[in-house]
């Protein structure tokens, strides 16, 4: 499975931004699509995920201001955010797991098999 991010850039406090993540070699039909988020100098940490049959997963910290979803025909999940502020400031990452569709699992970065190269957010206030 290869993943393709885009979508990243400038932008200030209060707007939008729409990351895409586009895949290959397998259908995300089939797997569990998560985005996780690096600010400098911190850990890698979960954004939110989408299963194979569309549950919806997020991290506290962006619940109710970004929106997962994804596009069958073209084989891309998008990570659409709302109501940037500066701690949104990061490299976002898309991720494929193969496994099952549970909360206890697809908050951890080992249950992701496979990553795209990373996307620039910036958020200015």
């Known amino acids: 499975v290869q993943l393709q991010a885009s979508g990243g850039g400038l932008v200030q406090a209060g707007g939008s931004l729409r990351l895409s993540c586009a895949a290959s070699?397998?259908?995300?039909?089939?797997?569990?699509s998560g985005w996780f988020r690096q600010a400098a100098n911190k850990e890698r940490e979960f954004v939110g995920a989408i299963s194979h049959t569309g549950s919806k997963l997020y991290a506290d910290s962006v619940e109710g201001r970004f929106t997962i979803s994804r596009d069958n025909a073209k084989n891309t999940v998008y990570l659409q955010m709302n109501s940037l502020a500066p701690e949104d400031t990061a490299i976002y990452y898309c991720?494929?797991?193969?496994?099952?569709?549970?909360?206890?699992?697809?908050?951890?970065?080992?249950?992701?098999?496979?990553w795209g190269q990373g996307t620039q957010v910036t958020v200015s206030s």
């Open positions: 070699g397998r259908s995300l039909t089939s797997v569990v």
């Open positions: 991720a494929v797991s193969i496994g099952g569709f549970h909360p206890a699992r697809v908050g951890r970065r080992s249950s992701y098999d496979y």
